[in-house]
């Protein structure tokens, strides 16, 4: 599966978050999807960067895929400004990058199946997952070393 190297910019995103791991996390990460989307959070998010992108952060890793960590979703923004329901907010730390690109939202464990099974040089700091709201594209952000 092919990839880029990017080097980003800090982002600030805020949102919803909980703490779980890939044993347990793909039914409590669906439990969060449905409530961002239920409860409309992005619109509830304050000094929020007008943009068509919803934003999926795995950080606070444990310490790597088999570990623990903090699933957040949300949006960028300008300041953080935590307000209910939004409960979270995350940095996406400056750094290099390995991006991969899924077709749809259906597409992206795919994608993480195959970033599991290949040796990347991840950094375990943050990885981050771009939903285009109007292509329906998915940007998939790996932290690399």
């Known amino acids: 599966m092919e990839h880029t190297i990017e080097q980003i910019n800090e ?25 961002f989307f239920n409860d409309n959070i992005i619109e509830t998010i304050e000094n929020k960067i007008p ?4 934003y999926a952060i795995y950080t606070e890793y444990e310490s790597d895929e088999n570990g623990k960590y ?5 949006a960028q923004v300008e ?7 939004i409960n979270a907010f995350a940095t996406i730390p400056a750094g290099k990058y390995a991006v ?18 290949h040796t990347l040089a991840r950094n375990y700091k943050t990885d981050f997952e771009v939903y285009d709201m109007t292509t329906e594209e ?8």
Request: aromatic share 10%; no cysteine.
């Open 11 to 35: 982002m600030k995103i805020a949102g919803i978050k909980i703490i779980t791991d890939n044993q347990k996390g793909i039914s409590l990460i669906l439990q969060l999807w449905g409530q």
């Open 51 to 54: 943009s068509t992108s919803m």
């Open 100 to 117: 991969f690109i899924a077709d749809n939202k259906d597409k992206v464990i795919n994608v993480w199946q195959y970033i599991w099974q």
């Open 79 to 85: 300041d953080i400004k935590i307000t209910k329901p």
């Open 138 to 145: 998915v940007k998939i952000f790996v932290g690399l070393m």
């Open 70 to 74: 903090t699933f957040l979703l949300g």
